[in-house]
């Protein structure tokens, strides 16, 4: 026993020993210098997932950074086996990107959770979005033959504590404007806050009109859903905290040292200039200035342009008057190719599923006549009685057709999206194909494992209409149409503290990623400035009674009135409000127009004073909130 015992260990201490990172890698070629940063690690997490029969397979994506050095991948697995799970027969096979490498037995069959680490080998990453796949072959004891794959006793859960985390460093010191632009926006940057705007001290509209503009334009392009970029001052306490800064101010606001920066440039009365400069400490400056309002807009809507901003190799760019920096016009698709440039690749018997995230504009809905059209083929050895494809959008199901064998090397599919589906803004798609064999146990060889391929040329018809309803369930709309701002005029208080800064950082963060590109109007004004344009616009107002002027000029036209002091809401026919609570509200109003212009329409985010203010704007300023906004106020 004693000699058993050993050789069991030294085998698992050989089997980790194989399984441990080898030495930093670097995906995306970026030349590696001596100043790093400290290193970090991101965490992917799972969600939890109940993987059932015979075969199983569960997939988790990570990504991995152009400029990340990556020291180790580890997959931590937390999972627990079906009580009749047969331990010497059953195993899970992890693979990285369609490579295995790694395969295990359940601990055991005790119905106890267990947790293992499992290093990933480095030589098969790739920079971008990278695959773990967990493919599970649970065998339950005394089954029988041929039977065991039908059996609802199959099943192993992995937990959602299950992760994946990559440590990394990188260069401390970006080289060119457009290695800087990257590193601004990557999941990293967002999930530790280490990207931030600055503006001067100035209140000069035209700044907070670039900054958002820039958070709005690079926003349409982030890989991770949450955080956002502040919004500081020059004398802002945290101004010099976060690594990743983009300044964005009027020459004459500058400070000397960035003033300094600017001449040396060539900057002129006309042109915007964008300079790079590295500050020590690992801090990485992009300053954005002019002497004009003009070109400073003009080049803050430069940054949602990635084609261009990523042709910038050196650290200085002059940006002519007349050079044009805008993206093309995008608009509500009618064909949408969403399996891939290389297709959609399923492998396994039985139930495979592979979900597809459908973007489109939040102000249009699918109507009559939207449809799939699927191209695909898929293995002959199936039992073609029970074999079929489904498509479901948003865990609907729209339709299913049967696999046949004479149509196994190039079958297609048109299926008719029911008008009962209610669908309006991005939205879901499942393409799921049931891959039955006969006699499955007895007769199957890895090597005939079945399989379903989706071409690159299937597609999604969408016929759509743009909605109408003036509600929260179709925000950003009419703000955002069809990818663009529409028509925007943002009122703003004349003095712009911190919180209401950021609080405008966090709505338009949440705003661009409805967008595309860099088109559509925004003008950021005070209420003195309100104009025949603005009248004319979408409006938004942000602020309280005391500090913008406008939202208390227009007070009588809120659905949740202030009181006449101010300091709190009053109740209306719908809903009593309690005077000290009602000090403590904030309050999102989506009005029609406040000059009765057709079309147009005014979102008042109000409140009594600044806490209620912070915390209607978290609302609109996280994703993951907005779905507690419903009707016409909040």
């Known amino acids: 026993m ?8 030294f085998l698992s201490s050989l089997q980790l020993m194989l399984i441990q990172p080898v030495s930093a890698a670097n995906y995306g070629g970026m030349p590696q210098s001596e100043a790093r940063t400290v290193a970090q690690t991101y965490v992917t997490n799972f969600s939890d997932h109940s993987m059932k029969g015979l075969f199983s397979t569960t997939e988790q994506t990570f990504w991995i950074a152009k400029d990340w050095d990556v020291e180790s991948v580890l997959l931590h697995l937390e999972y627990r086996a079906t009580q009749l799970a047969d331990t010497q027969l059953s195993s899970l096979t992890v693979a990285i990107n369609e490579t295995y490498f790694y395969s295990l037995r359940p601990a055991d069959n005790s119905g106890i959770r267990h947790g293992i680490d499992i290093y990933v080998p480095l030589e098969s990453l790739q920079q971008g979005y990278n695959n773990i796949r967990i493919d599970g072959y649970m065998r339950t004891q005394n089954a029988l033959p041929c039977v065991d794959d039908v059996s609802e006793a199959n099943w192993l859960d992995i937990f959602e504590e299950s992760n994946l985390s990559v440590r990394f460093d990188k260069n401390a010191f970006t080289t060119s404007i457009d290695s800087f632009y990257n590193r601004f926006f990557e999941v990293d940057a967002l999930r530790y806050g280490e990207s931030a705007f600055v503006i001067s001290d100035a209140d000069n509209p035209a700044e907070l009109n670039a900054a958002l503009l820039g958070i709005s334009g690079i926003s349409n392009q982030t890989i991770y859903p949450d955080g956002y970029f502040p919004i500081l001052t020059f004398s802002d306490p945290a101004v010099n905290l976060p690594p990743n800064r983009i300044v964005i101010a009027r020459y004459d606001q500058l400070p000397n040292n960035y003033r300094g920066q600017a001449d040396q440039n060539g900057l002129n009365d006309e042109d915007a200039l964008l300079v790079l400069i590295n500050e020590g400490s690992g801090m990485n400056t992009l300053i954005i200035t002019a002497k004009n309002d003009v070109a400073l807009i003009n080049a803050g809507r430069m940054l949602g342009n990635p084609a261009l901003m990523n042709q910038l190799q050196s650290t200085t760019k002059l940006l002519g008057k007349t050079e044009d920096i805008k993206t093309q016009v995008y608009g ?63 865990d609907i199901p729209v339709g299913s057709r049967k696999l046949s064998q004479h149509m196994a090397g190039g079958d297609e599919a048109t299926i008719p999206i029911p008008t009962d589906i209610d669908i309006g803004g991005s939205f879901q798609v499942k393409v799921i194909f049931d891959l039955e064999i006969k006699d499955l146990w007895c007769s199957l060889r890895q090597g005939d494992m079945p399989w379903a391929y989706l071409t690159p040329s299937t597609m999604l018809k969408i016929n759509s209409v743009a909605n109408q309803d003036l509600i929260f369930e179709n925000y950003p709309a009419p703000f955002v149409t069809d990818y663009s701002y529409n028509a925007v005029s943002l009122v703003v208080p004349d003095q712009l503290d911190g919180e209401t800064a950021n609080l405008l950082a966090k709505m338009f963060r949440v705003m661009g990623r409805y967008t595309k590109g860099n088109t559509g109007e925004l003008t950021v004004l005070y209420p003195e400035e309100m104009n025949v344009t603005a009248l004319y616009a979408n409006i938004i107002a942000v602020g309280t009674n005391d500090n913008n002027s406008f939202i208390k000029s227009n007070n009588d036209k809120l659905y949740f009135q202030f009181s006449e002091d101010g300091t709190s ?43 209620g203010l912070v915390a209607i704007g978290n609302n609109l300023g996280e994703m993951k909130n907005l779905g507690r906004l419903s009707g016409d106020a909040a």
Do not use: W
Request: charged content about 20%; cysteine-free.
């Open 2 to 9: 004693k000699q058993i015992i050993i050789t069991i260990i």
């Open 569 to 611: 809401f009053l109740s209306n026919e719908k809903l009593a409000i309690d005077p000290v609570y009602g000090k403590t509200l904030g309050s999102a109003q989506l009005l029609d127009s406040l000059y009765s212009k057709p079309g147009r329409a005014s979102l008042m985010v109000v409140a009594p004073d600044q806490t």
């Open 332 to 394: 509500a698709e009618t064909y949408i190719s969403f399996a891939g440039t290389e297709g959609t690749y399923y492998k396994g018997a039985f139930h495979q599923i592979k979900e597809f995230a459908i973007n489109y504009p939040s102000n249009r809905s699918l109507t009559n006549a939207s449809e799939f059209y699927l191209n695909y083929r898929y293995s002959e050895n199936l039992d073609f009685d029970r074999s079929l494809m489904t498509v479901y959008i948003n």
